[in-house]
């Protein structure tokens, strides 16, 4: 029996990360379903939605370790020793993150303190809600005639942290054809949308989409100069992905297209009438 650093000899038990996707449980892996229906003891963020949730055993222990931009968060230190406890405990731990634990979930802190403890730890990724957002609106990150890459980007730092350099990174995306997705930037969005401005065309289109993958997903798509402006107006908030590039395009293409479908749809209904 391995002997944890700092801790005696006991009978352990194992720490499975599982990204738990934007919320569809449709979106889940397999890998993601079989560590959640192993599990004992979970420890769920706020952002994993409830149909997820109870696919959970009935005896496992559900544990909340909401944290969420602008609400009351649990301390990171105290959810890294809970896991680390219910191991210890012998326990089948999951820790059940939004989107991809290793996507702005803290995977990596969490990880790296549980095998600095002598814990295996085991990641199960999931669909990041960039992604899933822009595949619901009918729109890729990439495409070869409108991006060669995609940038993920959180929209705020920690206190004390260095600024982003908005600026920097637009003229980058402009100049390599980038789209950018940009993750927890909603308290931010004017100070994103001025320093994007600095280096990309005011015509940009800007897709904000939010609770991406569930039935009440929202979105909206705007130039980046009124971006701002449509937020407010159709009083978009968290969570929400804020999706920078030329491929938006595609999203009003697929608007259009499924437009026109229901237009047939109904013609043909009214002509079998």
Not at 119 to 132: E, M, S, Y
Request: glycine letters at 10%; hydrophobic letters at 45%; one cysteine or more.
């Amino acid at each position: 029996m391995p002997i944890l650093h700092g801790y005696p000899s006991a009978p352990m038990g194992r720490c499975t990360l599982v990204g738990a996707g934007p919320g569809d449980p449709d979106l889940l892996t397999l890998k993601a379903l079989k560590a959640i229906q192993a599990a004992t003891v979970l420890l769920v963020d706020d952002l994993v939605s409830d149909a997820i949730v109870a696919l959970a055993p009935p005896t496992a222990r559900l544990i909340a370790v909401g944290k969420r931009g602008g609400c009351q968060s649990t301390p990171q230190a105290f959810i890294e020793k809970l896991i680390l406890t219910s191991v210890l405990e012998g326990e089948n731990v999951v820790r059940l993150k939004g989107g991809d634990p290793f996507i702005f979930g803290r995977g990596g802190e969490e990880a790296e303190h549980l095998r600095a403890a002598g814990v295996q730890v085991d990641i199960v990724n999931g669909i990041t809600a960039g992604l899933a957002g822009m595949t619901q609106i009918g729109a890729p990150l990439t495409h070869r005639d409108h991006a060669h890459g995609v940038l993920f980007i959180t929209g705020h730092t920690r206190p004390g942290a260095a600024p982003i350099a908005w600026q920097q990174l637009a003229a980058t995306a402009h100049a390599a054809r980038l789209t950018l997705v940009i993750y927890m930037g909603m308290k931010g969005v004017a100070d994103i949308a001025q320093g994007l401005l600095q280096g990309l065309p005011s015509d940009t289109p800007v897709a904000v989409i939010q609770n991406a993958s569930l039935p009440h997903q929202r979105h909206a798509i705007a130039r980046l100069a009124e971006l701002v402006q449509v937020v407010a107006q159709e009083r978009l908030g968290s969570p929400s992905v804020l999706v920078v590039g030329e491929v938006v395009r595609c999203a009003q293409s697929f608007a259009q297209w499924m437009d026109s479908a229901d237009l047939d749809a109904a013609r043909h209904q009214a002509r079998a009438a």
